[in-house]
């Protein structure tokens, strides 16, 4: 036991206060003064500490709330701001890939009048070869 716990003298406001909550219950359990008001007194400091605990613990509470209010209202507000700026990119993405498509269907478009021109091209040169079989096989045959 603590020296407040078995003090004879009767303790100041002071001292109940700031003394441990152990040291106050072990003066009331002991009771070294004998004083019947000190009993109540010291009830009275305890319901005091404890009304100063119970204080302190609410805000706590309060403030532990207010975080989980504000987390809860992210939670909630983040999907949103997420899916707008994924919906910002994939807007963006498609517009590459538009310019990309149509880029390579230009290409094509110019392939394919290539080839046209490229297969015009074979067919005269086909026919040419052709001609030019005949007018051999001609000589030949004469």
Do not use: C
Not at 79 to 88: D, I, R
């Amino acid at each position: 036991m603590s020296s407040f716990a078995t003090m004879e003298d009767r303790p100041t406001t002071n001292q109940y206060l700031n003394a441990s909550l152990n040291d106050v219950l072990d003066r009331l359990n002991t009771n070294p003064s004998g004083l019947q008001s000190e009993e109540a007194f010291v009830n009275a400091v305890i319901t005091v500490r404890n009304a100063m605990i119970t204080e302190k613990l609410n805000k706590w509470l309060i403030g532990l709330t207010a975080v989980v209010a504000i987390a809860t209202v992210l939670l909630v507000v983040a999907p949103f701001f997420t899916s707008s700026l994924e919906a910002k990119k994939l807007e963006s993405e498609i517009v590459r890939i538009e310019t990309v498509n149509n880029g390579l269907k230009i290409e094509i478009e110019a392939l394919k009048r290539e080839l046209l021109v490229s297969k015009q091209a074979f067919s005269a040169l086909e026919n040419q070869v052709e001609n030019h079989n005949k007018l051999l096989h001609k000589d030949a045959s004469r």
